[in-house]
């Protein structure tokens, strides 16, 4: 149920996609549905630049033909499409799930219109339950981890067939569990503060509309 309610997400976002536009290309498996959608669209004749948003997603959108460019040759860009962890009422989010927080901020913030897909188990009231991903170095991370425990939040290094993950930035990710957020630009500003800190899973006053899949339908979430 839950994978179906992601395509319908996913699928409908591709509506918004216009001949000749530079696309953002977002990474997992909501916005994968519409990355396979745009394929289908470009063998029916759209002409579409993608700029994504990792390594897997470049792959994945190659694969269906989508031609690909990099943000130095298109440093603007028209409209990204893209998932999230979680969604507050305000439209913000916690993103980072699947490592890509990074080129998803740079590449959100270089774009004219960011379309964020979800299922619905994705809205929450307060950003928080799920783990705040932060990107940092290497170098130092144990104390890099203890500076961000002291903000109130159990980090944990996110691993991988028992090794740290590693970014394709060559970073780790340590997932915070903060419990709840309530004030997510305060504790951006905060985070942001540790050196070590590389980025931070929180995207305030990025995403212009939210697509929620739903069991029949899609809603669609507007900033208020
Ligand atoms: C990757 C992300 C993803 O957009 C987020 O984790 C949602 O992924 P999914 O659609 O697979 O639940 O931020 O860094």
Known sequence: MREEMKKRAGEYAAKYIKDGQVVGLGTGSTVKYTILELGRMVKEGIDIIGIPTSKATGQLAESVGIKLGSIDEYPEIDITVDG????????????GGGGALLREKIVAHASKYEVIVVDESKVKKVLGEFPLPIEIVRFGYRRTMNVLSSLGCG?????QDKTPFITDNG??????KFNRIENPKILEEKIDKIPGVVEIGLFIDMANEVVVGKKEEVEIMRRP
């Open 84 to 95: 999230a962890d979680e969604v507050d009422p305000n439209l913000n989010l916690i993103k």
């Open 155 to 159: 980090p944990s290094l996110r691993m």
């Open 171 to 176: 970073n780790y990710i340590v997932d915070c």
